[in-house]
């Protein structure tokens, strides 16, 4: 059954009051001879009762009569009939319009993957599965085409990874409708940004930090934060954009590596700092592999962001131009531990920040430390 706007239950099917006359003649074994002498008619006429002819309050009173049913009973069967025949008709256009417009959307998403993360029953009216989609979104699916994640894209990818464009766009379509539930009570405003990167930066190189604490900061500041699994093929580790006058930064956890989560949290902090500008919708960047796309500038302000808050640039220049026995990893390695206690800082994160620095994701006998 399906539940309209107006929370009428509309049938699958209506159910004519002669299904109904049928089944009591076979249920009181009566034949159609008997039943015709009963309500003074010729067989013919029964026969064209039974198969569907309408119910007049003529025909109610003869029925009363043979099967001792009131006619009010069967007048009322029969504008029900008539009504649930409108409803149905009603919800089969807009199922025919729901088609279409589910056949747009497939163009540019992965609807049957969308609706089973979304928890939308495939076995719904397609109507029913837009009507949620839309309550989720909070605006016409429709609308998803002229959404910004759709349109554009500023974002650190690396050119060695494929990705699936519908994946992608149903990522971000997720990563929208996660941001939304997340968004925290504290408002948001300028300046936040560096003061919840700060304020992490310190968590981490005191060892306090965790995903719990970091979204925490994050909403204490006015910013949204949320994890959504990624799709096949799209290679995203973070997202920020805009949800109304909240920023958001969505994660995927797509490598379990709390350096690597930190750094790009603080990362698309940059961009919330210094590129997002109000509620614009056009507010959106996507973080994506290890090899980020440096010929953008609003890219290569957000790492130099994220780098200065974790490491003071002072302090890592310092730590860079210190010389070392040996070229070898462990005494890499063990160096920048030394350098990392000599500066009070997360050894983890100093380490992280050489291997992307020197495009050296292989540290030998260096593992990431789990996201926690």
């Given at each position: 059954?399906?539940?309209?706007?107006?929370?009428?239950?509309?049938?699958?099917?209506?159910?004519?009051?002669?299904?109904?006359?049928?089944?009591?003649?076979?249920?009181?074994?009566?034949?159609?001879?008997?039943?015709?002498?009963?309500?003074?008619?010729?067989?013919?006429?029964?026969?064209?009762?039974?198969?569907?002819?309408?119910?007049?309050?003529?025909?109610?009173?003869?029925?009363?009569?043979?099967?001792?049913?009131?006619?009010?009973?069967?007048?009322?069967?029969?504008?029900?009939?008539?009504?649930?025949?409108?409803?149905?008709?009603?919800?089969?256009?807009?199922?025919?319009?729901?088609?279409?417009?589910?056949?747009?959307?497939?163009?540019?998403?992965?609807?049957?993957?969308?609706?089973?993360?979304?928890?939308?029953?495939a076995c719904l009216f397609?109507?029913?599965?837009?009507?949620?989609?839309?309550?989720?979104?909070?605006?016409?699916?429709?609308?998803?085409?002229?959404?910004?994640?759709?349109?554009?894209?500023?974002?650190?990818?690396?050119?060695?990874?494929?990705?699936?464009?519908?994946?992608?766009?149903?990522?971000?379509?997720?990563?929208?409708?996660?941001?939304?539930?997340?968004?925290?009570?504290?408002?948001?405003?300028?300046?936040?940004?560096?003061?919840?990167?700060?304020?992490?930066?310190?968590?981490?190189?005191?060892?306090?930090?965790?995903?719990?604490?970091l979204k925490q900061v994050?909403?204490?500041?006015?910013?949204?934060?949320?994890?959504v699994r990624k799709l096949?093929?799209?290679?995203?580790?973070?997202?920020?954009?805009?949800?109304?006058?909240?920023?958001?930064?969505?994660?995927?956890?797509?490598?379990?590596?709390?350096?690597?989560?930190?750094?790009?949290?603080?990362?698309?902090?940059?961009?919330?700092?210094?590129?997002?500008?109000?509620?614009?919708?056009?507010?959106?960047?996507?973080?994506?592999?290890?090899?980020?796309?440096?010929?953008?500038?609003?890219?290569?302000?957000?790492?130099?962001?994220?780098?200065?808050?974790?490491?003071?640039?002072?302090?890592?220049?310092?730590?860079?131009?210190?010389?070392?026995?040996?070229?070898?990893?462990?005494?890499?390695?063990?160096?920048?531990?030394?350098?990392?206690?000599?500066?009070?800082?997360?050894?983890?994160?100093?380490?992280?920040?050489?291997?992307?620095?020197?495009?050296?994701?292989?540290?030998?006998?260096?593992?990431?430390?789990?996201?926690?």
């Amino acid at each position: 059954m399906e539940t309209n706007s107006k929370k009428e239950t509309i049938p699958f099917v209506a159910t004519h009051p002669s299904e109904i006359i049928a089944d009591e003649i076979k249920a009181r074994g009566m034949k159609k001879t008997e039943f015709a002498e009963r309500m003074g008619m010729q067989k013919p006429n029964v026969t064209r009762l039974l198969k569907g002819e309408n119910i007049t309050p003529s025909i109610a009173a003869k029925l009363e009569a043979a099967l001792d049913i009131p006619a009010d009973m069967w007048m009322k069967l029969q504008l029900q009939y008539d009504k649930d025949t409108k409803a149905i008709e009603r919800r089969d256009n807009l199922e025919k319009e729901a088609i279409a417009t589910e056949m747009m959307l497939s163009s540019l998403l992965n609807l049957p993957e969308l609706y089973k993360r979304l928890g939308i029953n495939a076995c719904l009216f397609i109507q029913k599965k837009l009507e949620i989609l839309s309550g989720l979104l909070n605006f016409n699916p429709l609308e998803i085409g002229k959404m910004n994640f759709v349109r554009q894209s500023l974002y650190k990818k690396s050119d060695k990874l494929s990705f699936d464009e519908r994946n992608q766009n149903t990522w971000l379509v997720l990563a929208y409708i996660s941001a939304i539930k997340n968004n925290p009570l504290q408002p948001y405003t300028k300046g936040g940004g560096v003061s919840a990167a700060k304020t992490i930066a310190g968590h981490v190189h005191k060892g306090t930090l965790t995903e719990a604490t970091l979204k925490q900061v994050l909403n204490d500041h006015g910013i949204s934060y949320s994890v959504v699994r990624k799709l096949d093929k799209t290679p995203i580790d973070a997202v920020s954009m805009m949800t109304g006058e909240t920023p958001a930064i969505i994660t995927t956890h797509r490598y379990n590596d709390m350096s690597r989560l930190v750094f790009n949290v603080l990362h698309e902090l940059g961009h919330v700092e210094l590129h997002f500008n109000g509620n614009d919708v056009e507010n959106l960047f996507i973080s994506s592999d290890e090899t980020y796309s440096l010929d953008n500038k609003q890219e290569k302000e957000a790492n130099t962001f994220a780098e200065d808050i974790l490491i003071d640039k002072h302090i890592w220049k310092k730590m860079m131009e210190s010389g070392t026995n040996s070229i070898s990893t462990r005494n890499i390695v063990n160096k920048l531990k030394a350098l990392s206690e000599k500066y009070e800082l997360d050894s983890n994160i100093v380490i992280w920040r050489y291997k992307y620095e020197s495009h050296n994701y292989k540290l030998f006998g260096v593992k990431p430390v789990p996201i926690r």
